[in-house]
Protein backbone atom coordinates (compact mmCIF):
# COMPACT_ATOMS: atom_id res chain seq x y z
CA UNK A 1 0.00 0.00 0.00
CA UNK A 2 1.23 3.28 -0.88
CA UNK A 3 1.06 6.64 1.06
CA UNK A 4 -2.05 8.36 0.30
CA UNK A 5 -1.36 12.53 0.14
CA UNK A 6 -3.73 15.62 -0.59
CA UNK A 7 -1.18 18.38 -0.19
CA UNK A 8 -2.41 22.11 -0.66
CA UNK A 9 0.13 24.33 -2.34
CA UNK A 10 -1.68 28.10 -1.52
CA UNK A 11 0.81 29.65 -3.61
CA UNK A 12 0.78 33.53 -2.94
CA UNK A 13 -2.89 33.74 -1.38
CA UNK A 14 -4.31 34.84 1.89
CA UNK A 15 -2.83 37.19 4.47
CA UNK A 16 -1.57 35.88 7.55
CA UNK A 17 -4.50 35.91 9.82
CA UNK A 18 -6.63 34.40 7.08
CA UNK A 19 -3.93 31.44 6.49
CA UNK A 20 -3.65 31.06 10.02
CA UNK A 21 -7.94 30.75 9.75
CA UNK A 22 -7.82 28.08 7.16
CA UNK A 23 -4.63 26.34 8.99
CA UNK A 24 -7.49 26.01 11.82
CA UNK A 25 -10.19 25.30 9.75
CA UNK A 26 -8.64 22.44 8.04
CA UNK A 27 -7.30 21.10 11.98
CA UNK A 28 -11.20 20.83 12.75
CA UNK A 29 -12.49 19.35 10.20
CA UNK A 30 -9.40 16.84 9.52
CA UNK A 31 -10.71 13.92 11.33
CA UNK A 32 -13.21 13.81 8.95
CA UNK A 33 -10.78 12.38 6.02
CA UNK A 34 -9.18 9.30 8.45
CA UNK A 35 -6.31 8.62 9.30
CA UNK A 36 -4.91 6.87 6.44
CA UNK A 37 -4.96 10.20 4.60
CA UNK A 38 -2.10 12.15 4.97
CA UNK A 39 -2.63 15.91 4.78
CA UNK A 40 0.38 18.91 4.13
CA UNK A 41 -0.29 22.64 3.84
CA UNK A 42 1.79 24.93 2.18
CA UNK A 43 1.61 28.10 3.19
CA UNK A 44 3.53 31.69 1.93
CA UNK A 45 7.08 31.77 3.88
CA UNK A 46 5.48 34.28 6.08
CA UNK A 47 2.29 32.33 7.67
CA UNK A 48 4.79 29.28 8.23
CA UNK A 49 5.95 29.96 11.94
CA UNK A 50 2.26 30.08 12.76
CA UNK A 51 0.62 27.39 10.90
CA UNK A 52 3.15 24.96 12.02
CA UNK A 53 2.29 26.04 15.67
CA UNK A 54 -1.57 25.75 14.47
CA UNK A 55 -1.13 22.25 13.18
CA UNK A 56 1.18 20.77 15.38
CA UNK A 57 0.21 17.07 16.95
CA UNK A 58 -3.35 17.80 14.72
CA UNK A 59 -1.88 14.69 12.13
CA UNK A 60 -1.53 18.53 9.41
CA UNK A 61 1.98 18.71 8.12
CA UNK A 62 2.96 21.88 7.26
CA UNK A 63 5.71 22.52 4.11
CA UNK A 64 6.84 25.50 1.97
CA UNK A 65 6.83 26.54 -1.79
CA UNK A 66 10.03 26.87 -2.27
CA UNK A 67 13.69 27.16 -0.52
CA UNK A 68 17.27 28.56 -1.87
CA UNK A 69 19.59 26.73 -3.69
CA UNK A 70 22.32 27.90 -1.73
CA UNK A 71 23.16 27.06 1.99
CA UNK A 72 23.61 30.56 3.31
CA UNK A 73 25.17 33.97 2.75
CA UNK A 74 24.42 37.29 0.89
CA UNK A 75 21.46 36.24 -1.52
CA UNK A 76 19.52 39.03 -0.84
CA UNK A 77 15.99 37.60 -0.26
CA UNK A 78 16.39 33.95 -0.44
CA UNK A 79 14.86 31.63 2.58
CA UNK A 80 17.28 28.68 3.12
CA UNK A 81 16.15 24.97 3.91
CA UNK A 82 17.88 25.05 7.24
CA UNK A 83 15.59 28.32 8.20
CA UNK A 84 12.49 26.39 7.17
CA UNK A 85 13.31 23.20 9.18
CA UNK A 86 14.27 25.15 11.87
CA UNK A 87 10.57 26.45 12.34
CA UNK A 88 9.26 22.99 12.43
CA UNK A 89 8.64 22.71 8.56
CA UNK A 90 8.63 19.11 6.93
CA UNK A 91 8.07 19.08 3.05
CA UNK A 92 8.83 21.94 0.19
CA UNK A 93 7.51 22.01 -3.01
CA UNK A 94 10.68 22.23 -5.89
CA UNK A 95 10.49 22.33 -9.64
CA UNK A 96 6.60 23.85 -9.57
CA UNK A 97 5.71 24.93 -13.25
CA UNK A 98 5.39 28.23 -11.96
CA UNK A 99 9.10 28.60 -10.48
CA UNK A 100 10.02 26.87 -13.54
CA UNK A 101 8.47 29.32 -15.84
CA UNK A 102 8.45 32.62 -14.17
CA UNK A 103 11.80 32.52 -12.24
CA UNK A 104 13.98 30.59 -14.67
CA UNK A 105 14.13 27.64 -12.37
CA UNK A 106 16.44 24.72 -14.37
CA UNK A 107 17.31 21.45 -13.65
CA UNK A 108 20.56 22.84 -12.38
CA UNK A 109 18.89 25.00 -10.10
CA UNK A 110 16.57 22.02 -9.07
CA UNK A 111 19.40 19.60 -8.29
CA UNK A 112 21.06 22.03 -6.07
CA UNK A 113 17.47 22.77 -4.44
CA UNK A 114 16.69 18.68 -3.99
CA UNK A 115 20.20 19.21 -2.28
CA UNK A 116 19.73 21.73 0.21
CA UNK A 117 16.26 20.51 1.23
CA UNK A 118 17.98 17.03 2.06
CA UNK A 119 20.82 17.99 4.02
CA UNK A 120 17.89 19.86 6.21
CA UNK A 121 15.95 16.93 6.53
CA UNK A 122 12.94 18.28 4.36
CA UNK A 123 11.36 16.11 2.16
CA UNK A 124 11.11 17.43 -1.75
CA UNK A 125 7.57 17.33 -3.41
CA UNK A 126 9.31 17.22 -6.54
CA UNK A 127 6.67 18.94 -9.49
CA UNK A 128 7.10 17.76 -13.48
CA UNK A 129 4.59 18.47 -16.00
CA UNK A 130 4.23 19.32 -19.64
CA UNK A 131 3.07 22.49 -21.50
CA UNK A 132 0.04 22.88 -24.18
CA UNK A 133 1.84 22.90 -27.22
CA UNK A 134 4.06 19.78 -25.84
CA UNK A 135 1.15 17.47 -25.33
CA UNK A 136 -0.12 18.93 -28.80
CA UNK A 137 2.96 17.64 -30.73
CA UNK A 138 3.07 14.81 -28.78
CA UNK A 139 6.26 15.29 -26.54
CA UNK A 140 4.78 14.91 -23.24
CA UNK A 141 6.23 11.94 -22.13
CA UNK A 142 9.75 13.09 -23.25
CA UNK A 143 9.47 16.37 -21.15
CA UNK A 144 8.35 14.62 -18.13
CA UNK A 145 10.68 12.36 -18.43
CA UNK A 146 13.92 14.56 -19.20
CA UNK A 147 12.39 16.35 -15.74
CA UNK A 148 12.82 13.08 -14.28
CA UNK A 149 16.46 11.87 -15.76
CA UNK A 150 17.92 15.12 -15.66
CA UNK A 151 16.90 15.48 -11.44
CA UNK A 152 15.67 12.44 -9.88
CA UNK A 153 17.98 10.01 -11.07
CA UNK A 154 21.13 12.17 -9.44
CA UNK A 155 19.27 11.24 -6.11
CA UNK A 156 20.74 8.58 -3.45
CA UNK A 157 18.53 5.46 -3.33
CA UNK A 158 18.38 6.44 0.93
CA UNK A 159 16.85 10.14 -1.06
CA UNK A 160 14.79 9.28 -3.11
CA UNK A 161 12.91 6.53 -0.49
CA UNK A 162 11.55 9.42 0.97
CA UNK A 163 10.64 11.87 -2.67
CA UNK A 164 7.04 12.81 -3.95
CA UNK A 165 6.70 13.40 -7.19
CA UNK A 166 3.74 15.80 -8.08
CA UNK A 167 2.76 15.28 -11.99
CA UNK A 168 0.79 18.62 -13.15
CA UNK A 169 0.07 18.96 -16.93
CA UNK A 170 0.38 23.34 -16.82
CA UNK A 171 -2.46 23.28 -18.93
CA UNK A 172 -4.62 22.23 -16.62
CA UNK A 173 -3.29 24.53 -13.44
CA UNK A 174 -5.56 26.79 -12.66
CA UNK A 175 -7.72 26.48 -15.93
CA UNK A 176 -10.42 24.86 -14.76
CA UNK A 177 -9.09 21.94 -17.31
CA UNK A 178 -8.29 18.56 -15.78
CA UNK A 179 -6.67 15.81 -17.08
CA UNK A 180 -8.95 13.19 -17.88
CA UNK A 181 -8.38 10.13 -15.03
CA UNK A 182 -6.83 7.99 -18.45
CA UNK A 183 -4.50 10.79 -18.99
CA UNK A 184 -3.49 10.90 -15.93
CA UNK A 185 -2.75 7.50 -15.04
CA UNK A 186 -1.06 6.96 -18.37
CA UNK A 187 1.66 9.67 -17.55
CA UNK A 188 1.66 8.26 -13.86
CA UNK A 189 2.40 5.14 -14.75
CA UNK A 190 4.98 5.84 -16.95
CA UNK A 191 6.65 7.95 -14.24
CA UNK A 192 6.74 5.32 -12.20
CA UNK A 193 8.29 3.15 -15.04
CA UNK A 194 10.92 5.99 -15.60
CA UNK A 195 12.04 5.89 -11.79
CA UNK A 196 11.80 2.39 -11.44
CA UNK A 197 14.57 2.20 -14.46
CA UNK A 198 16.81 3.84 -11.73
CA UNK A 199 15.75 2.74 -8.79
CA UNK A 200 14.07 -0.66 -9.20
CA UNK A 201 11.33 -1.28 -7.36
CA UNK A 202 11.47 1.23 -4.59
CA UNK A 203 9.60 3.48 -7.46
CA UNK A 204 6.72 0.88 -6.50
CA UNK A 205 6.58 2.98 -2.71
CA UNK A 206 7.03 6.89 -3.91
CA UNK A 207 3.78 8.48 -3.59
CA UNK A 208 3.08 10.03 -7.47
CA UNK A 209 0.55 13.29 -7.05
CA UNK A 210 -1.42 14.41 -9.80
CA UNK A 211 -2.08 18.17 -9.62
CA UNK A 212 -4.26 21.17 -12.00
CA UNK A 213 -7.29 22.05 -11.08
CA UNK A 214 -8.26 18.98 -8.68
CA UNK A 215 -11.39 19.10 -6.92
CA UNK A 216 -14.19 17.14 -4.91
CA UNK A 217 -16.08 16.65 -8.14
CA UNK A 218 -12.85 14.58 -9.96
CA UNK A 219 -10.75 14.12 -7.15
CA UNK A 220 -12.37 10.85 -6.68
CA UNK A 221 -12.15 9.46 -10.27
CA UNK A 222 -8.50 10.73 -10.71
CA UNK A 223 -7.63 8.99 -7.14
CA UNK A 224 -9.10 5.67 -8.34
CA UNK A 225 -6.55 5.23 -10.74
CA UNK A 226 -3.40 2.88 -9.72
CA UNK A 227 -1.06 5.38 -9.78
CA UNK A 228 -3.13 8.16 -8.77
CA UNK A 229 -1.58 8.23 -4.95
CA UNK A 230 -3.36 12.02 -4.41
CA UNK A 231 -2.64 15.51 -5.42
CA UNK A 232 -1.28 18.67 -5.18
CA UNK A 233 -3.87 21.17 -4.95
CA UNK A 234 -4.12 24.81 -5.46
CA UNK A 235 -7.07 26.90 -5.50
CA UNK A 236 -9.71 24.25 -4.02
CA UNK A 237 -7.08 24.05 -1.38
CA UNK A 238 -7.80 27.92 -0.33
CA UNK A 239 -11.01 26.62 0.97
CA UNK A 240 -11.30 24.07 3.84
CA UNK A 241 -14.18 22.55 2.70
CA UNK A 242 -12.78 21.88 -0.47
CA UNK A 243 -9.67 20.70 1.17
CA UNK A 244 -11.11 18.21 3.22
CA UNK A 245 -13.73 17.40 0.64
CA UNK A 246 -10.87 15.82 -1.75
CA UNK A 247 -9.27 14.34 1.13
CA UNK A 248 -12.11 12.21 1.35
CA UNK A 249 -12.08 11.59 -2.44
CA UNK A 250 -9.99 8.09 -1.81
P1 LIG B 1 -4.75 24.34 -9.29
O1 LIG B 1 -3.16 24.41 -9.01
O2 LIG B 1 -5.30 23.25 -8.41
O3 LIG B 1 -5.25 25.72 -8.90
O4 LIG B 1 -4.91 24.05 -10.73
C1 LIG B 1 -2.40 23.27 -8.77
C2 LIG B 1 -0.95 23.64 -8.55
O5 LIG B 1 -0.45 24.50 -9.28
O6 LIG B 1 -0.27 23.11 -7.65
Same mark, same amino acid.
Given at each position: MRRKIVAGNWKMNTLP !?? @?? #????????? =??????SVELIVCPPFTHLSEVVKATRGEGVAVGAQNCAAEE?????????????? !?? @?? #????????? =?REYYGETSDTLNRKLAMAYAN????????????????????????????REVVYNLSPEQ???????????????TGKTATSEQAQEMHAYIRRTLAEKFGA???????????????????ELFAKPDVDGGLIGGAALEADSFIGIGKSF
Open positions: !AE @GL #ELARAIVAK =RRETGPKGAYTGEVSAAMLA !AL @GV #EYVILGHSE =RRLVPIYCVGEKLEERESGRHFDVVGAQLFSSLIVAYEPVWAIGAAEHTPILYGGSCKPSNAQ
